[in-house]
């Protein structure tokens, strides 16, 4: 599985970008999906994770109510809406699949549950 992560870019505090990962491949459908970031100087951190069908979605406490994680199976494509940007939230994002089709909040959550990687799309809030 090869994934695009794109849609990053500089945006003022408080306003909205929308992050897509395209993946290669017919089994997309059957990975669960993550959403990771990196900001400078500091540890890859978990965001968000959707199951295979979409039923389970997953945040971390800091986005609850501000970012959605969404996919399109049809469209091998999985998607990061991103509300009310606060300049904490600068960083690098990353796509993840994984092979197992869900998991509990603490294994979704987890950087070795993951595969599979995108090579990061840069998010800059500005204040």
């Known amino acids: 599985v090869q994934l695009q992560a794109s849609g990053g870019g500089l945006v003022q505090a408080g306003g909205s970008l929308r992050l897509s990962c395209a993946a290669s491949?017919?089994?997309?459908?059957?990975?669960?999906m993550g959403w990771f970031r990196q900001a400078p100087g500091k540890e890859r951190e978990f965001v968000a994770a959707?199951?295979?069908?979409?039923?389970?979605?997953y945040y971390v406490d800091s986005v609850k109510g501000r970012f959605t994680i969404s996919r399109d199976n049809g469209k091998n494509t999985v998607y990061l809406e991103m509300n009310s940007l606060k300049a904490e939230d600068t960083a690098v994002y990353y796509c993840?699949?994984?092979?197992?089709?869900?998991?509990?909040?603490?294994?979704?959550?987890?950087?070795?549950?993951?595969?599979?990687w995108g090579q990061g799309t840069l998010v800059t809030v500005s204040s």
């Open positions: 993840a699949a994984s092979y197992r089709p869900h998991g509990t909040e603490a294994t979704m959550a987890t950087i070795r549950e993951y595969d599979y």
């Open positions: 959707i199951s295979w069908s979409g039923g389970y979605t």
């Open positions: 491949g017919r089994a997309f459908r059957s990975y669960a």
